[in-house]
């Protein structure tokens, strides 16, 4: 009777499941991360300014309406009018992109990227990220007539305003030095107490876990076919991003 024979079957080096492998020739539909393998440049749109102010003209009539009615709640009028005169409050630039969305054509919305742009160079990096983690954190509404207010924004949004602020935002962080970004990942971080903000949180500064089994399960657009935010929470050592 023959005894038990070992196996000379060679080990399968096939790919590995648990690991997210992104083909290099996808490398332009990723978006920059910083740390990543993608190679940017990015600066402040020079003419990013003229871009939102000219938004925020357009929009005028909404501005109008939110401070000329009685019914406007009065943190949102205040904090509006305080960043439209120059001032850094985060709360109010969210909220301006927000009133601008209302006033202004729905195909227009890619230009808000022009916004982090702003932000960054008016008063800095930190600044950007506040400012885009309170769009994810509250939203404008408008009720009866022009009864205008903050309210939480607990749930993903089906169409976010702040998506292209975002993916600008992600990028100029890939370029800026080490104090810098870690001040914008503070500003982010202390904004991490509802579930969309902190989905935005980990598409912004996603932690670095190398080596470790990628999570594609969320993105800042749940219409696009792509998970944009899955790409960047969990990168393994193969991602091209």
Not at 16 to 28: A, F, K, Q, R, Y
Not at 84 to 98: E, F, I, R
Not at 105 to 129: L, N, P, Q, S, Y
């Amino acid at each position: 009777m023959l005894g038990p024979t070992m196996s000379t079957t060679e080990p399968d080096n096939g790919p590995n499941e648990d690991i997210l492998d992104v083909p290099g020739s996808w490398g332009t539909t990723v978006d920059p991360r910083r740390g990543g393998h993608r190679s940017v440049t990015a600066t402040p749109a020079q003419k990013a300014a003229e871009r939102t102010a000219k938004l925020i003209d357009e929009a005028q009539d909404t501005f109008a309406s939110v401070f000329g009615s009685a019914a406007t709640e009065r943190r949102l009028a205040t904090e509006v009018r305080a960043y439209l005169d120059g001032a850094a409050s985060p709360v109010g630039a969210a909220a301006t992109v927000q009133l601008v969305e209302f006033g202004v054509d729905a195909k227009r919305i890619k230009e808000f990227a022009a916004f982090a742009d702003v932000w960054a160079t008016a008063h800095g990096i930190d600044f950007a990220a506040a400012a885009v983690a309170e769009l994810a954190r509250s939203r404008v509404s408008r009720g009866h007539g022009s009864e205008w207010r903050l309210i939480n924004q607990q749930q993903h949004a089906p169409e976010w305003v702040g998506e292209p602020v975002a993916q600008r935002l992600r990028t100029l962080l890939t370029t800026v030095n080490d104090a810098n970004h870690a001040a914008a990942v503070a500003e982010i971080a202390a904004r991490r107490d509802r579930e969309f903000a902190r989905i935005v949180a980990a598409y912004l500064a996603p932690p670095r876990r190398t080596g470790s089994p990628s999570s594609v399960t969320t993105s800042l657009s749940p219409t696009r076919r792509t998970s944009r935010c899955g790409w960047c929470c969990e990168p393994s050592a193969r991602s091209n991003s």
